[in-house]
């Protein structure tokens, strides 16, 4: 579907060019001139992820227990909020800050399998919701019609769950690590094409990939014999997301 959507906006941005060579023009984009905007869209969001488990004593007559990984997708939907200033300069360029905020359906889930196929645990992540500040340079092909680019900061907040199945050491327990909701920083980048529909309005359509840092599973603990502690805990790591998506925008005139 969004390829489509790129595809309609490239014929869009060809018919301007080709009114702009002794056609009637598209109505003037009053944004590339510098005033605010707000808008509303819709995205698909994928993304992808390394889940690593370690399990560990404080007996140093016990060998390290495990340390297993596995590889976890994501897909799911979302909507946006965007709102920024923008102005243009030497005619041709642009320049807008923008802020945004999603909410989202983006998860999946994984079983991983421990050393030497002993034991098993079943995670899942998912992604709640995402907000941050971009910058949007861009370069005017027609006055109707831009190219452009994002580069920001993005903050989103993910939540990691263990199904409760657990994985087992060479002896037979049963350890499982708790689950964690955090947010996390990252950075963005992206690009997309706009076109004007109306004096005050746009549509858009672009792609923006997302790395975030790593977090941890607080550290679960228990007593497997005396004072033998067991120790395990998950980690997320190597956090990107794709979004592949579509706004319609309102910019106010001044």
Known sequence: MLKKIFIACAL?????????????????????????????????????????????????????????????????????????????????????VEGFGELTSNQGKTTIV?????????????ERYSYGVRLVPGFKLTDSTMFYGTVG??????????????????????????????????????????VMLANNVSMRAGWEWRRYRSFNSPLATRVIEQSIVARSRAEIKHLTTDQFYLDMIYHFTT
């Open 12 to 96: 869009l941005a060809s018919s301007t060019m080709a009114f702009a060579n002794g056609g009637t023009y598209l109505p003037a984009a009053p944004h590339y001139n510098g005033n605010f905007y707000l808008g509303v869209g819709i995205a698909r969001d994928t993304g992808r992820a390394n889940v690593v488990d370690s399990v560990s004593t404080n007996d140093s007559t016990i060998p390290r227990l495990h340390a297993i990984n596995g590889d976890l997708g994501i897909d799911g939907i979302a909507g946006r909020l965007v709102g920024g200033y923008g102005v243009t300069f030497m005619n041709r360029y642009y320049l807008a």
């Open 114 to 126: 421990g050393n030497g196929g002993v034991g098993s645990e079943a995670w899942q992540l998912r």
């Open 153 to 194: 900061w993005v903050r989103s907040r993910f939540q990691l769950t263990n199904s409760g199945k657990g994985s087992f050491d060479q002896t037979g327990f049963v350890y499982i690590p708790n689950g964690v909701e955090k947010s996390r920083n990252g950075i963005a980048a992206g690009a997309g094409l706009q």
